[in-house]
């Protein structure tokens, strides 16, 4: 079945940076978008950024444009979350998940997602 397994999260100090992978297996992968989203305690999970199958389009939620960056390597099968300049606030799950297209905006992103992976960790302390 496909799997989707992330890692390199950690914790770090504000300011740092943390470079999250995901590797898929069994999924045809470039025939989908791949996206990162977020789940911070007692919250919903959010969209973070999104890359089309082909890096063509790439699109990140406001709170990490100018920080964070996406890109992906379809021979290996990988997407990759450039997090720099993380804040206190970037506390959370982050999720790789695969979907049918990137959305223009992240609110609407999780509809068109059809796997997910399990989530690595991210802290940010002060």
């Known amino acids: 079945q496909v799997q989707l397994v992330e890692s390199g999260g950690g914790s770090v100090q504000a300011g740092g940076s943390l470079n999250l992978s995901c590797i898929a297996s069994s999924l045809n992968f470039d025939s989908y978008a791949m996206a990162w989203f977020s789940e911070a305690p007692g919250k919903e999970r959010e969209g973070v950024s999104c890359?089309?199958?082909?890096?063509?389009?790439?699109i990140f939620a406001d709170s990490v444009k100018g920080r964070f960056t996406i890109s992906r390597d379809n021979a290996k099968n990988t997407v990759t979350l450039q997090m720099n300049s993380l804040r206190v606030e970037d506390t959370a799950r982050y999720y790789c998940?695969?979907?049918?297209?990137?959305?223009?905006?992240?609110?609407?992103?999780?509809?068109?997602?059809?796997?997910w992976g399990q989530g690595t960790q991210v802290t940010v302390s002060s």
């Open positions: 998940a695969a979907a049918s297209t990137c959305t223009v905006t992240m609110d609407t992103l999780s509809v068109w997602v059809d796997y």
């Open positions: 890359i089309a199958w082909d890096g063509e389009e790439r």
